[in-house]
Nanobody, 124 residues
Framework: QVQLVESGGGLVQPGGSLRLSCAAF????????MDWYRQAPGKQRELVAA???????DYADSVKGRFAISRDNAKNTVYLQMNSLKPEDTAVYYC??????????????????WGQGTLVTVSS
């Protein structure tokens, strides 16, 4: 099974910074888009940032200018650098990946997988 393992969450003061990491493990033929989502208590899960295999990025309006998504394809890892953190950024952050696994020469399913989530708390 392909798994995403997240790390880097924790408690940080408003205005502080934090970097989240998410590494994919298992046989993967290729990874397309990797994303970060977040879900605060009582709220819907929302897309925070996304990055394609070629490095094209997209951000939620609420984090533009403060967050930066990047990836290391050799390590199958995506990062989320979070700066100028605000209390409203408090949430469980989930990484997500769209990937292809090559089962046979004619069977290559396009799948997706979610990380377990890591809690980010922004508070004084």
């Amino acid at each position: 099974q392909v798994q995403l393992v997240e790390s880097g969450g924790g408690l940080v003061q408003p205005g502080g910074s934090l970097r989240l990491s998410c590494a994919a493990f298992g046989y993967i033929y290729s990874i397309d888009t990797m994303d970060w989502y977040r879900q605060a208590p009582g709220k819907q899960r929302e897309l925070v940032a996304a990055i394609t295999s070629d490095g094209s990025t997209d951000y939620a309006d609420s984090v533009k200018g403060r967050f930066a998504i990047s990836r290391d394809n050799a390590k199958n890892t995506v990062y989320l650098q979070m700066n100028s953190l605000k209390p409203e950024d408090t949430a469980v952050y989930y990484c997500h990946a769209d990937y292809i696994v090559l089962l046979t020469t004619t069977l290559a399913p396009y799948l997706d997988v979610w990380g377990q989530g890591t809690l980010v708390t922004v508070s004084s």
